[in-house]
């Protein structure tokens, strides 16, 4: 049986959440749109690995396609925004379901389902949903979460479903992001800490379960996306591109706005809590990877990135970091609040006593109906809404983005006059560049996933989107090399929102033409090469079919699995 906390924590992240998600606010984040434009990939052409909408031509299998083939799904029943809405509605309502599930690895029921409850107002959710717009990531560390607890249940009773329900999570959430895959080693290593058996006998049991889990899981992680480990075998790292969660804490106050608080919010009062805590044997595993975690989150104000991932540290984000260490300190905030209440509960009693036996008189009246206990609850769990509130709102209040630009007139005047042959560029559109790619067939060199790039240039730019130049520490003078190769690239049309590109375009040859009714101005490069056919790679229709069937395939597993494994608990007992 599901305790009323948690229920009661699905629903409070269900209302939540609705007032930004029915607001849209998602699309004021980084990723959103992106994220659309994959998932609208899917909805025309479900098999196909190539989509030359970006960069020229890119390969799909470049980004695990899980959540976008939902979303892609979602959206032949409701329009794209809805469907993205929907899916990433659901996936923050369970987090309080899944944080239950993983706490309870480590500590009872009550102080869980206080941890669950605090999982409806965990302020790192609603930055990574409303400022990131990174539903993949949230989705993928979701069913982390649920396969690091069915992996707990399998190493403690050796049952055949829990291990196969967590093989198939982990490999569900392989299917969802491959990043994830950064996050499970700290979390795995916090449950081995804690329930490693002393017995030689026993630990021979329990380190031989583990390797059966350990073993489909690998399998079913490669194979559900082997196109994607196929691609990235090929790959070669690009100019790093500046990020500020990779920048010194210490020597960047900026950073510590963007990256920290918002990130643990109310939950940085559970520090000093942590370490009187963490002195208990049982809970030295899940502090120890929290703090590593922690420490990763904070990038290059220490070592640590560089020790562990190489030249490859610079390509990362370390918000990502700092989302799972949050997860792994809300089963702290459960204990603390059932150590509180004891505390509480013992300090009013003996005032209580006190007052009666005419020794003094308590200074606070208790009622029956308002006890100090429940005071402290709420004002814990409210001042963690407040805190989440403003961190879903910080995109709103701090402008992050451009201002909601009608894209219409810029379709329209793409599909006339065959002007949709020729490539373009947009310039001071931010994120939203992706929502126009999906609005029309013409193609750009542009594109928001910075992984999947191939022309030279792009990859030896050091810059993020072309669009969004002049916010980047190089400026819009790193444009020069692609501006000058755009002509060859097909580039003929130019969509400029901020004028400080204009000098960067007239010095490159171009010639303003007009303004467009939505105050856009069009610039039209005279040196463009009509482009020739984007060419795909060659790709088997083996990795065609798998790409398609075996992410959703996985996903109707894992649910079966799910189902059939809570009927047999609902029938047995737990």
Not at 98 to 125: C, D, P, T, V, W
Not at 336 to 354: N, P, Q, S
Request: net charge positive; glycine share 8%; charged share 15%.
């Amino acid at each position: 049986m599901i305790p009323k906390r948690v229920r009661w924590g699905v629903l409070f992240a269900f209302l939540c959440h609705g007032p930004f998600i029915l607001t849209q606010s998602y699309h004021l984040t980084y990723d959103a749109y992106a994220h659309m434009f994959l998932a609208d990939h899917y909805a025309r052409n479900w098999f196909s690995l190539w989509d030359e909408r970006w960069f020229g031509g890119f390969q799909v299998v470049s980004y695990p396609p899980l959540v976008h083939q939902l979303i892609g799904l979602t959206s032949r029943l409701m329009d794209m925004d809805a469907a993205y809405a929907s899916i990433q509605w659901i996936v923050v309502s369970a987090y309080p379901l899944a944080i239950y599930a993983f706490s309870r690895i480590f500590f009872g029921r009550a102080a869980s389902s206080y941890a669950a409850l605090g999982g409806a107002f965990l302020s790192s959710i609603y930055y990574a949903s409303y400022a990131f717009g990174q539903l993949p990531t949230l989705t993928a560390s979701l069913f982390a979460l649920f396969a690091l607890a069915a992996l707990a249940e399998f190493l403690r009773s050796g049952h055949g479903l829990n291990g196969a329900l967590a093989s198939a999570l982990f490999t569900v959430t392989m299917a969802s992001h491959h990043a994830t895959l950064l996050f499970l080693p700290w979390a795995g290593l916090a449950i081995l800490l804690h329930l490693m058996p002393v017995e030689s006998q026993a630990r021979y049991k329990f380190l031989s379960r583990l390797s059966i889990c350990l073993l489909f899981s690998v399998i079913g992680g490669l194979l559900v996306i082997w196109p994607f480990w196929e691609w990235g075998r090929h790959q070669e790292m690009q100019t790093p591109i500046d990020h500020l969660s990779r920048h010194d804490f210490l020597k960047d106050p900026l950073a510590i706005f963007a990256f920290f608080l918002p990130m643990y919010g109310t939950l940085i009062v559970l520090f000093p809590f942590l370490i009187w805590k963490g002195i208990d044997r049982r809970y030295r595993g899940l502090l120890a990877s929290f703090a590593l975690l922690l420490i990763l989150g904070l990038g290059g104000t220490t070592p640590l990135p560089r020790w562990l991932f190489g030249d490859g540290w610079e390509w990362l984000t370390y918000d990502r970091f700092a989302f799972w260490a949050s997860l792994l300190l809300i089963p702290f905030l459960g204990a603390l609040l059932i150590h509180v209440r004891r505390v509480l509960i013992r300090w009013f009693a003996f005032k209580v006593e006190l007052s009666s036996a005419g020794q003094a008189r308590p200074f606070l009246t208790i009622s029956k109906k308002v006890s100090p206990p429940a005071v402290a609850v709420v004002l814990m769990f409210g001042s963690m809404a407040a805190a989440s509130f403003l961190a879903g709102s910080i995109p709103a209040i701090f402008h992050t983005q451009p201002g909601q630009l009608d894209m219409k007139p810029i379709v329209d005047f793409l599909s006339t006059d065959d002007r949709s042959r020729w490539r373009y560029l947009t310039f001071g559109f931010g994120d939203q560049t992706a929502y126009l790619s999906r609005l029309t067939e013409a193609t750009t060199i542009d594109g928001s996933y910075f992984s999947a790039r191939t022309l030279p240039e792009l990859r030896e730019s050091g810059i993020g989107l072309i669009d969004t130049a002049f916010w980047s520490d190089r400026g819009i003078p790193a444009l020069e090399p692609i501006l000058k190769k755009s002509g060859e690239y097909g580039v003929r049309w130019g969509f400029v929102h901020r004028r400080e590109y204009a000098a960067a375009l007239k010095r490159n040859g171009w010639v303003f033409v007009k303004y467009l009714v939505n105050g856009v101005q069009v610039w039209e490069n005279p040196n463009a090469m009509l482009p020739p056919a984007s060419t795909p790679p060659e790709t088997s229709r083996l990795a065609e079919l798998s790409w398609g069937i075996l992410p959703l395939l996985s996903l109707v597993l894992m649910l079966a699995l799910a189902i059939f494994r809570f009927v047999k608990v609902d029938r047995q007992g737990p």
